[in-house]
């Protein structure tokens, strides 16, 4: 633990369930119902998913060096029935979680118990649709003997391009039986060429085929690889099918309604049949994100700017909607600049037609491309290009 810090942290109250005193069937319980993990030598992402909120209460016990045991963590869900799904102990492996163990600690509580290996510091957040508590962790190894030298070579940039939905989830559909998944998807490897072919920078993509990847998962890998930087790219749908033009975004929340109705989309929200949603309203990983903000507001302006430029080359009535604040699940917990692209309107007749042909995507990815690499080079990340 970082400091001094009190031996039992007690993190609060997830979601907004007040407890009517009125007795449940065991049955009626949310159920804790899968539980997903990641974990590096200095990173652990672990994301508990619920049928229905509930509170929880998470306690942190640091390690104990002179019993030999691992830092951990306790989770409590309660009132919560276990799911068919979690397993009750599983080895984790040798990177910083080593074992998660999920009980019925009692009728009506769930206990999931995290070891972690070394424990600097920890934060959580929430999603919802389905619920799900996430739990990041850090901390470092500590290096016994001689230490890396100073002078060694400056590493590479890493950049994790976020090709948007897939497998199940289609996103907006667009002209001729077209779906968002799979132009994001070409888009964002002509993307990944430009970038490894131009500059020292090494590409890595949170999807390559049409799979689905819970956006959660998405955000852990970047984490997990240490990306640099972070950029999920997807098309634009709306009712009004007078809609066009290219827009980019950065995490925050906001009143707007539009960008509200956007995020819904784009969180999966609207796919759902659970409309009990309380809005929008999430807890930003506020922790992590603060420091990064600027240089996202500052990433989001680059790629906008740019793309309008290529795209006018092609679409001279391309419209600039800007650059703009919202509340995208994708981007939560992210820990490096992070932005998300909306390229298009596949609901716009002529746009949409536009994005499906290869020019207009190349127009676009070369847009893509110089945003990043004017980013990179003025930035306050800018090291050695
Ligand atoms: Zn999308």
Same mark, same amino acid.
């Given at each position: 633990m970082r400091g001094r810090r009190q031996l039992l942290t007690v993190v609060g109250i997830w979601g907004? +369930?007040? *407890?009517?005193g009125i007795a449940h069937a065991a049955s009626d319980y949310p159920r804790v119902e899968r539980i997903f993990h990641t974990s590096t030598a200095d990173y652990a992402r672990v994301v508990i998913a619920l049928s229905r909120t509930t509170p929880h209460q998470l306690v942190a016990i640091p390690a104990d060096p002179r019993q030999h045991r691992p830092a951990r963590i306790v989770i409590d869900f309660s009132p919560a029935r276990q799911g068919a !799904?979690?397993? +009750? &102990?599983?080895?984790? $492996? #040798? $990177?910083? *979680?080593?074992q998660i163990r999920v009980s !019925? @600690? %009692?009728? =009506?509580t769930v206990r999931v118990a995290l070891d972690i290996e070394r424990l600097d510091d920890y934060h959580t957040f929430s999603l919802s649709s389905p619920p799900r508590l996430i739990l990041d962790v850090r901390g470092q190894e500590r290096r016994e003997g001689p230490q890396p030298s100073l002078s060694a070579p400056a590493q590479r940039y890493r950049i994790m391009l976020d090709p948007g939905h897939g497998g199940h989830d289609p996103g907006a559909r667009g002209p001729n039986g077209t779906y968002e998944k799979d132009i994001v998807l070409a888009l964002s490897r002509r993307l990944g060429r430009k970038l490894a072919s131009r500059l020292p920078v090494e590409v890595l993509f949170t999807? =390559? &085929?049409?799979v689905f990847v819970p956006l959660e998962e998405r955000t852990a890998r970047a984490n997990a690889a240490k990306a640099d930087l972070f950029l999920s790219i997807h098309a634009n749908a709306s009712p009004n099918p007078a809609m066009q033009g290219i827009e980019t975004y950065y995490l925050n929340n906001t009143n707007d309604r539009a960008t509200i109705r956007l995020a819904a989309m784009e969180n999966g929200l609207? !796919?759902?049949?659970?409309?009990?949603?309380? $809005?929008?309203s999430y807890i930003l990983s506020d922790l992590i994100q603060k420091g990064k903000e600027e240089e996202s507001i500052a990433l989001a302006h680059h790629l906008q700017e740019a793309m309008v430029l290529r795209a006018k080359g092609h679409y001279? &009535? +391309?419209? #600039?909607l800007g650059v703009k604040k919202g509340p995208f699940y994708v981007l939560v917990g992210a820990h490096m600049p992070c932005v998300l692209v909306?390229? &298009? @309107? *596949? %609901?716009?007749r002529v746009e949409g037609q536009h994005l499906l042909s290869p020019e207009y995507q190349e127009a676009l990815a070369e847009g893509l491309f110089l945003g990043i690499a004017r980013f990179l080079r003025t930035g306050p990340m800018a090291k050695s290009l």
């Open positions: 907004v +369930v007040v *407890l009517s !799904q979690p397993p +009750v &102990a599983r080895p984790v $492996g #040798n $990177g910083l *979680l080593t !019925q @600690f %009692s009728p =009506t999807r =390559t &085929a049409d609207l !796919q759902r049949p659970d409309r009990r949603e309380p $809005g929008l001279p &009535a +391309v419209r #600039n909306e390229v &298009a @309107f *596949l %609901s716009h």
